[in-house]
Nanobody
Framework: QVQLVESGGGLVQPGGSLRLSCAAA????????FGWFRQGPGRGRVGVSL????????YYADYVKCRFTISRDSAKNTLYLQMNSLKPEDTAVYYC???????????????????????WGQGTQFTVSS
């Protein structure tokens, strides 16, 4: 089982940028998809940015597309989420997750993903507020 540890949370002003990191310990070869999920106040946890571990295809929830960019550095076993033009509604606990069999939806964006992945990080909180 891969161990995932997120970092990079904090306080950001509206319109600002932030990059989250997720360090993976252990073999990642068995996992088909890595992703970032978030859980805002009073809301369920949903996937907002996903990446295919082998081919690099990406998927974004519509409301983060063009603002968020997911990427990975295979040499460092690290997943990133670059977030720009942040809004107060982006305030949430962000979780890094990995799954062995999940298949990305067709198309590069759409509704947020509701799924239980195999491995999860502990989450990192950030707040968008002035």
């Amino acid at each position: 089982q891969v161990q995932l540890v997120e970092s990079g949370g904090g306080l950001v002003q509206p319109g600002g940028s932030l990059r989250l990191s997720c360090a993976a310990a252990g073999s990642t070869l068995d996992y088909s998809v890595f992703g970032w999920f978030r859980q805002g106040p009073g809301r369920g946890r949903v996937g907002v940015s996903l990446i295919n571990n082998r081919f690099g295809d990406t998927y974004y929830a519509d409301y983060v597309k063009c603002r968020f960019t997911i990427s990975r550095d295979s040499a460092k076993n690290t997943l990133y989420l670059q977030m720009n033009s942040l809004k107060p509604e982006d305030t949430a606990v962000y979780y890094c997750a990995a799954d062995r069999s999940f298949i990305l939806p067709i198309g590069d964006s759409g509704p947020p993903i509701r799924a239980e992945f195999d491995s999860w990080g502990q989450g990192t909180q950030f707040t968008v507020s002035s």
